[in-house]
């Protein structure tokens, strides 16, 4: 059973990987509603879409253009019977410096969505 889930987290950590390429692709291009429509209930239940919004814009106010993330620098996947989550951390090249980001998501079924995203940069307020 163990094999099972093993090749679970493995395959949502792919998943994952391209869902962070979606993010960025729509962070680029200021979608942040479309962020949030596509996120977890949990993230929508903890945090409103305006307060969500905002803090992308004021991230990708900061930091500027960004490169799309090529590999994670950590990785970490697990998976249960109640669904995947997978944890992913980038350090990406901006036009302002440096970013380092954490994405988390969720995976209950064939639907990946966004758990939990932070940014941190010196230049970025806390």
Not at 16 to 43: C, G, K, N
Not at 72 to 98: D, E, H
């Amino acid at each position: 059973m163990c094999g099972v889930f093993f090749v679970k987290a493995k395959e949502a950590g792919l998943q994952a990987e391209q869902e962070v390429a979606l993010f960025h692709q729509r962070l680029e291009s200021a979608q942040y509603d479309t962020i949030w429509a596509a996120a977890a209930p949990a993230l929508q239940a903890r945090t409103s879409q305006l307060v969500f919004s905002q803090y992308l814009d004021r991230v990708h106010d900061k930091m500027g253009s960004c490169t799309a993330p090529l590999k994670p620098i950590t990785y970490f996947a697990s998976a249960n019977t109640s669904g995947t989550a997978v944890r992913l951390q980038y350090r990406i090249k901006c036009a302002n410096g440096a970013l380092d980001e954490a994405f988390t998501f969720a995976k209950n079924g064939t639907v990946m969505a966004l758990l939990g995203y932070q940014a941190s940069n010196p230049f970025m307020p806390k």
